[in-house]
């Protein structure tokens, strides 16, 4: 059996770029990596991911979400998650289960315990091994991501603007980081939280370190 990593953390805290860096490294040890993310990362889950972060769906409830991502996650797993881990690759996830609690929990303020009894039925045999959560000011982490957006538009007019979770209030954003920091908080020996503000380099170091350091790699 394979090792499965998670990255999670605000809007803009820099995971997308530190899953990549970790995944070179990695790779450049030996290591078979399967690199993917949430919401998407197989065909069906994509599409799912399209309804999801399209600003224009606006009007999409708090419920509606909830069970469009463990949909996306229920097929995701099938197709991607459970092979690699099954082949003994280290699986490196761009946002799981966490980030339901996070985002549709705190964020959405959705019942947790229904939250966690949904994430059980999905998900129950693939708990992560370690979970990185970059950890940075809510309004620092949203001026990236915006900035990222205008700057993929820009280079590319005809790519979907993933949006929809930018659009929210800043006081929405820092509740999802309230739900991360109390995830962590509540399951030590799982998470690792490194500070999403220092130089990208010295992050990518300390989230290695901290990977080789706790897990069999």
């Known amino acids: 059996m394979g090792q499965f990593i998670t990255f999670e953390g605000v809007e803009g805290c820099g995971k997308t770029t530190q899953i990549r860096l970790l ?5 450049q040890k030996g290591q078979s990596v399967t690199l993917t993310r949430e919401p998407g990362g197989c065909p069906i889950a994509d599409k799912i991911r399209h309804i ?3 600003a224009e769906n606006s009007a999409m409830t708090p419920l509606a979400e909830l069970l469009l991502y463990a949909a996306a996650r229920a097929q ?7 092979p690699a881990l099954a082949s003994g690759a280290v699986v490196l996830c761009d946002r799981f289960t966490d980030a339901t609690v ?32 970059l950890d940075c000011p809510a309004e620092t982490g949203l001026k990236r991501a915006l900035a990222r957006i205008e700057k993929n538009s820009t280079e590319d007019a005809t790519a979907l603007r ?56």
Do not use: W
């Open 52 to 54: 999801l972060l399209d």
């Open 102 to 133: 996070a985002y549709q929990g705190y964020g959405r303020a959705l019942d947790l315990q229904r939250i966690t009894q949904l994430n059980s039925m999905v998900a129950s045999e693939y708990k992560p091994d370690l979970t990185i959560l």
């Open 23 to 27: 995944a070179e490294a990695l790779r």
């Open 76 to 82: 995701h797993i099938a197709e991607v998650i459970a």
């Open 162 to 217: 993933e949006e929809r979770f930018e659009k929210e209030c800043i006081e929405f954003h820092k509740r999802v980081r309230e739900g991360y920091l109390s995830l962590a908080t509540q399951e030590k020996d799982r998470f690792v939280v490194i500070d999403g503000g220092r130089g990208i380099a010295d992050t990518a170091d300390a989230i290695l370190g901290a990977v080789i350091g706790r897990l069999r790699i």
